[in-house]
């Protein structure tokens, strides 16, 4: 039964799958790659410490 649903997976599956943007494949995985060490992120959104 596996083995006869696994070949009609494959008859009837779409040739151009969809992928979501954010999955290994997409259109934009990776494009914004974690910063290298020693680089520091401030997250204060332009307010200053009083």
Do not use: C, L
């Amino acid at each position: 039964m596996i083995a006869d649903g696994e070949s009609q997976y494959d008859k009837w599956r779409h040739p151009d799958p969809y992928i979501v943007p954010w999955a290994p494949g997409g259109s934009k995985f990776t494009r914004n790659p974690t910063p290298p060490p020693g680089i520091e992120i401030a997250y204060d959104y332009g307010r200053e410490d009083h």
